[in-house]
């Protein structure tokens, strides 16, 4: 059964047979929560940061897009003395 949190993983919804591979949508979402992934991650071995089963440089510019979305947000928050 695939999870309901639209995370990578061994259960992900694109690794059901017959699922479309995950595309630029996919990669932004899992780029945007991909710390939070991470840390979910170190605690179960079903959820993983990053889909493997992808649709090439289409997922991959969206989740650097979606990391770098999330790096500037958290970023603008830090100030450096």
């Known amino acids: 059964m695939a999870n309901s949190c639209y995370v990578a993983g061994k259960n992900s919804r ?3 047979q017959g699922a479309a591979p995950a595309g630029f949508w996919d990669g932004l979402w899992h780029g945007l929560i991909a ?4 840390i979910v991650s170190l605690f179960n071995e079903n959820v993983s940061v990053y889909e493997t089963h992808n649709k090439g440089k289409l997922y991959e510019f969206g989740f650097l897009l979606g990391v770098g979305v999330f790096s500037a947000k958290v970023g603008s928050h830090i100030h450096l003395h």
Request: without cysteine; hydrophobic residues 70%; positive net charge.
């Open 35 to 38: 710390v939070i992934t991470f």
């Open 14 to 16: 694109f690794k059901v």
